[in-house]
């Protein structure tokens, strides 16, 4: 049986872990909240700027002509993958999620015997994969110095993926990220960045309208629209991302906290039973001892 | 004038306007223009300027350093990069973008068009501080 100064130690302790775990809990609900308000209000921009550029598709007869952003450089080569996860942890299995799924697509890709390159945002997605996957790694982003993800973030990773475009370094980019659907439940995605993937739903709806003008011509505005529309799609996973982590490490801590009270619970009863036998064996001790007088 | 177009406008960060209005003066790549009710289906480019969205006497003034346009059954949507509303024109933010085109074309392997846009940001920032 554990000594009674062991029982009083641990209980202490847990009950601190428990009120750190309590206030992260509090901190993380307020953020996701806002991370939620954040991603609900990048959301016009996107889908607006996605119609656009599916009406823009739609006008586009000539494939030869039309933009790489657009059609992809018909070949399937090389893949470059792009990991969104956060910078911290204790947040449950945020970062493993999309680790996960990411590793499933590099699996496949190696099966197939086709090039592979991955680009890794925020730490903890590199210390997951990087035991494995280093040799595929050609580029690491922090986020350390981003309290809030700003869209020139954004911009910064897009440049460096439209680099690698223009050198022919690879041939498709999906990106890899949570998708915040609720407190409980993030899914991880993948999403296929170059070539554009069409929303079929969104076409859908868009066949209907009527015919552009275009100034300048399409091909044109395609050229400059499909960049920016990249790091919106960057932007807006980066959004969703900030979202499920706040939403992930809300859940992890409530389930933290959750066990934190059991087990205080079970070592308070634990440390009165002992406290109890210890007493009732002094008494034992002192009658006896009294009884042989 | 009674018919009115719907004037959106979007940043990457929030709808920062949405109000039906008479007519919107926009700088569209290939020249300014004003677009009434009824124009014909439009997608464009923004330059550097100032957006003027007038509805009777009352007249909204904006500023943005780029934009896509799209206008469709009377209903305008411009996507701007950033918004600067009348009390803004003077933050610190245009001094920064203003300094950020200047090192833009500081650069040697620069394209014309660029060069273009950079210098129409350069131009219109200072003309909207004086």
Redesign the interface.
């Known amino acids: 049986m554990p000594s009674l100064k062991f029982l009083r130690n641990r209980i202490t302790s847990v009950k601190s872990t428990q009120k750190i775990t309590k206030a992260m809990k509090m901190v993380a609900a307020a953020k996701l909240r806002k991370a939620q308000q ?1 991603a609900e ?2 959301k ?3 889908e ?2 996605n119609s ?1 550029i599916l ?2 598709k739609n006008s586009v007869n000539d494939i030869d002509s039309a933009p790489k952003l657009l059609v992809g450089n018909q070949k399937e080569e090389t893949h470059l993958c792009v990991v969104l996860s956060s910078d911290r942890g204790l947040c449950g299995g945020f970062n493993t999620n999309i680790c996960r799924k990411a590793k499933i697509f590099f699996e496949k890709v190696i099966g197939q015997n086709k090039k592979l390159k991955i680009i890794v945002v925020g730490s903890k997605a590199n210390d997951q994969l990087r035991r494995k996957y280093s040799q595929y790694i050609v580029d690491k982003i922090s986020l350390k110095d981003e309290k809030v993800i700003s ?1 020139a973030k954004a911009q910064e990773i897009t440049d460096k993926i439209l680099n690698l475009f223009t050198r022919n370094e690879f041939d498709t980019c999906t990106l890899f990220f949570n998708k915040f659907k609720s407190i409980i439940l993030q899914i991880p995605q993948a999403q296929q960045l170059i070539p554009v993937s069409i929303n079929e739903k969104l076409d859908q709806e868009n066949k209907s ?8 011509e399409e091909n044109e ?1 395609l050229e ?2 499909l960049p ?1 529309n990249i790091a ?1 799609q960057i ?1 807006t996973a980066f959004l969703e991302n900030q979202a499920s982590e706040q939403g992930s490490r809300m859940a992890a801590m409530d389930n933290a906290t959750r066990n934190a009270g059991e087990l205080i619970g079970k070592l308070t009863i634990n440390y009165n039973r002992t406290r109890q036998a210890v007493i009732t064996k002094e008494l034992i001790e002192i009658i006896s001892g009294a009884e042989s007088l | 004038m009674a018919d009115n177009i719907h004037l959106e406008i979007i940043t990457p960060k929030q709808v920062a306007y949405s109000k039906a209005v008479d007519s919107v003066v926009i700088s569209g790549v290939e020249g300014d223009m004003e677009i009434f009710k009824d124009h014909i289906s439009l997608i464009t480019f923004l330059k550097a300027g100032k957006i003027i969205a007038k509805t009777g006497s009352n007249i909204d003034t904006f500023f943005s350093t780029g934009g896509t346009v799209e206008f469709s059954n009377n209903k305008l949507s411009i996507l701007l990069d950033n918004i600067f509303n009348s009390s803004e024109f003077q933050s610190e933010e245009l001094i920064k973008l203003k300094q950020n085109a200047e090192n833009k074309l500081g650069k040697k392997d620069i394209s014309d068009e660029e060069i273009y846009l950079n210098t129409q940001i350069i131009d219109q920032i200072n003309n909207i501080k004086s």
């Open positions: 954040n209000n990048a016009p921009y996107s607006k700027l656009i009406n823009l869209f309208n009527n015919q552009y003008e275009y100034e300048p505005i400059n629209l920016k919106t932007y």
